[in-house]
């Protein structure tokens, strides 16, 4: 295992203890606000409008995650419905993000179905797009399942996540594409055991750019979310090899992590899209993007010592 990979373990299994959450809590919100686009709708908006004058794409995420009771999933239900009609209303270039155990996987899957179900056909109303998000290996195959059941009603504005770290993720992504599934490709940021993923970072590396090419050599319009400019240069460079066209495939990054970077994407001629998360919920986010890379860590820790 090499220094990076044992700093993530080590820092992902740290952000689940309950004291250092408090601690977190009480004196990190302004730390982490670099990473949230404000804590309301009408904030993240006014944000999406600014990168959108750069030629910066949006997939706006109201933050939450796993829920205690189902009946609270109605409330992020309808912020979505809201956030969706907020970008119709503003006419803003984002689409939407979402996490099913925020709209009740983890205690009522067919409620959640209904959930999610809701949010999807209010986004087809305004020729809107819903991302639902990947999150650890316990819920891979039911997400996989909603966005095969959701196409299987034509609700085809629907895609999901595939995260390079896990072992079955070459065959997912060959379901899918056969299913005409839009996809994300991600490396991965949850703590996963070995029997199901990829250990090393050379593993997923190589995982990433074989789902990658994949994509691209079947026509399949791709998704490529990274930071790491190894995976970022060989897009490119593939791309260019086989003659692939710059709108086949766009480029995302994390709000507040490479703006610059972002904004220079569009110049050369990429789509790129920024996932930006907004709201209150912001701790479980904030420790994911913290554990991606000693970088952020550090650049953090600067900011505390400004």
């Given amino acids: 295992m090499d220094s990076i990979e044992l700093y993530r373990k080590v820092l992902l299994s740290v952000s689940g203890n309950r004291l250092v959450e408090h601690l977190a809590l009480r004196y990190g919100r302004k730390l982490a606000a670099k990473f949230i686009a ?19 794409m949006v997939t706006l995420d109201h933050l939450g995650e796993g829920i205690k009771q189902i009946a609270e999933a109605a409330s992020y239900r309808e912020e979505y419905v809201r956030l969706i009609n907020g970008i119709a209303r503003r006419k803003v270039n984002s ?27 209010e986004a087809k109303q305004h020729n809107n797009f819903v991302r639902i998000d990947m999150e650890d290996s316990p819920y891979t195959q039911a997400t996989i399942d909603i966005v095969l059941r959701l196409h299987g009603e034509g609700l085809t504005n629907v895609g999901t996540v595939i995260q390079a770290y896990l072992l079955r993720s070459r065959e997912d992504v060959k379901q899918l594409i056969e299913a005409g599934v839009n996809l994300r490709l991600v490396k991965g940021a949850y703590k996963e055991p070995a ?54 495939f766009e480029f995302q990054m994390l709000y507040g992590l490479r703006m610059n970077d972002q904004a220079q994407l569009a110049r050369e001629g990429y789509r790129i899209r920024c996932y930006m998360p907004y709201g209150s919920m912001w701790y479980p986010y904030y420790t994911r993007r913290l554990a991606e890379k000693p970088a952020n860590l550090w650049m953090v820790v600067k900011n505390m010592f400004k």
Avoid at 96 to 109: F, I, Y
Wanted: proline share 2%.
């Fill in 38 to 56: 404000g804590s309301s709708l009408e904030e993240a908006l006014d944000e999406i409008e600014r990168l959108n004058g750069n030629g910066i």
């Fill in 95 to 121: 689409n939407v993000s979402l996490k099913p155990t925020q709209m009740g996987l983890a205690l009522d899957p067919e409620a959640c179905y209904s959930n999610i179900r809701d949010i999807v056909a």
């Fill in 195 to 248: 029997s199901v993923a990829y250990q090393q970072m050379s593993e997923v590396i190589d995982n990433f750019k074989a789902l990658i090419q994949m994509h691209l050599d079947h026509g399949v319009y791709t998704a490529i979310a990274s930071h790491d400019d190894r995976i970022i240069n060989w897009v490119k460079e593939y791309a260019y090899k086989k003659g692939i066209k710059a709108d086949a």
